[in-house]
């Protein structure tokens, strides 16, 4: 409608939009209903050309806000899984069904040292000193990152110019440095809530 027509007639409008966050189909609170209820208005405007990345919790049980398809990028998905990342792709079940891809960030522990030391090295980042949930959420964010990298040689190199990463609150902040560093042709945008 009005709002695909609008998006087209402005040059420097997102082709291409992931956006990232620990409630895309988890539902805890308020940036959920956020996502979830401008979903419709991005799926309405850029048609499957919008995917929301998430954590995988559910591995092996059914969860009711994500309905897996296998037919979804599925030479992308051999691709990823033959990198080593661990995804399910599908539809998250909220008006306007948006593409959500799931990641299983656990692997990722094994590297945590790492992946902060480059933190650091990159951007002064200091995870010396952070508490509670800090390591888990920087992981999913590592991995949310990985997922965004790999879709994009893999997907979308060749295809469209002006694709955005959207990180939602701390618990994306690192994925958003990661993209920043590893494909810079990708704009990252930071939003807290």
């Known amino acids: ?42 799926q309405d405007t850029l048609e499957d050309k919008v995917i929301f990345i998430g954590p995988d919790f559910w591995k092996g049980k059914k969860n009711p806000l994500f309905k897996e398809d296998s037919k979804l990028f599925k030479s992308w998905k051999q691709t990823a899984q033959e990198e080593g990342l661990q995804v399910r792709i599908g539809r998250w079940n909220i008006p306007g069904k948006p593409i959500a891809i799931l990641v299983d960030f656990m692997p990722y522990f094994s590297i945590k040292d790492q992946i902060y030391t480059d933190l650091w090295n990159d951007y002064q980042v200091d995870s010396l000193h952070a508490y509670g949930d800090y390591d888990e959420a920087s992981m999913f964010s590592y991995a949310a990152g990985l997922v965004v990298e790999s879709f994009y040689h893999h997907e979308l190199e060749t295809k469209y110019n002006n694709i955005i990463y959207q990180a939602h609150e701390w618990m994306t902040g690192l994925g958003a440095l990661y993209i920043n560093k590893n494909v810079p042709q990708i704009a990252t945008i930071f939003t807290t809530h």
């Open 1 to 42: 409608g009005f709002n695909k027509v609008r998006m087209n007639k402005l040059k420097n409008s997102p082709e291409f939009i992931f956006e990232s966050s620990w409630e895309v189909c988890n539902k805890l609170g308020g940036i959920y209903t956020v996502l979830s209820t401008r979903a419709k208005t991005l």
